[in-house]
């Protein structure tokens, strides 16, 4: 969201970096990181009352989310309602029902889901059950642990009542089938970049919940996990501070605890702008960062967002129809 003060700001770091090439030095990078730290509030300015947002262009996630508060339901049903819809749209291929499959031509899920307590719930490498987010959240509701994983994921939905599918479609199978005439079997990171859905809600209550759920790197190893069910990498929630997910290459967003690190910074005074540039910087600090792409989404307490990508490209959906192109690294620096 760019306003006077976000370019305010965004003019200030390239007059306090006037030679700077995207790309090259990592103390520069460094320093941008801690002129962050004292930059002016760059969120978007939310409005009172329940919030839903999300990673990417989701106007009908986000609108199904919305219902349930418009009804006074929770943030955690909204959430849940919220990213069911990707799940079950065929066309969204880096989510549920549709997903690219991994290397060997199997979809598979994974999903958290945590709420305004603290409670959490995760599903990793399941197979056949469209609804993975539906999934976490009976590991958290009905088990004592947060995860569960492969074939006993898979066990535990059946369990519940969880119908089991065919998740690859005719689309997927046969854009994996021509990936595999060329691409030697060898799984290239972040090839779509990843459209994985993040969702995070307040509801009249003024409680944090999210949500985030997919099909994760397309073509894949088989047995890879990515960062979207891990608690704390592509999502952490706490209803003291604000709740962020993340989106992009999952083993990035696993090494540095992304989602986590977005929500400890606002705990320390960060916007969520800043928190989610902050938290992306510090991966471009740590490595060549020409071909990946990791964004983040973060929401505060009292409503505010942010959002930032290491790429151009990402984008977020606020409420139902408003679609914000995400600030990104490279026209940060350069
Ligand atoms: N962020 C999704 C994944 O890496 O699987």
Redo the contacts with the bound molecule.
Sequence with gaps: MVNRRHFLTISSLVGFLPSLSFGHSRSTIANASSSLKDAETVAGVPPIGPVVISTWKQPKANAAAQAVLDQGGRALDAVEAGVRIPEADPDDMSVGYGGRPDRDGHVTL?ACIMDEKGNAGSVTFLEHIMHAISVARAVMEKTPHVMLSGEGAFTFALSQGFKKENLLTKKAEKEWREWLKTAKYKPIANIER?D?IGMLAIDGQGNISGACT?S??AYKMRGRV???PIIGA?LFVDNEIGGAC??????L?MRTCGSFLVVELMRQGRTPQQACEEAALRIIKKQEFKDIQVGFLAVNKQGEHGAFSIQPGFSYTLSQNKQTQVTDARSYLK
């Design positions: 994974d990843h994985t997919t994760g790197l990515g960062d979207s592509g993340a989106t992009g290459l999952g083993e967003v």
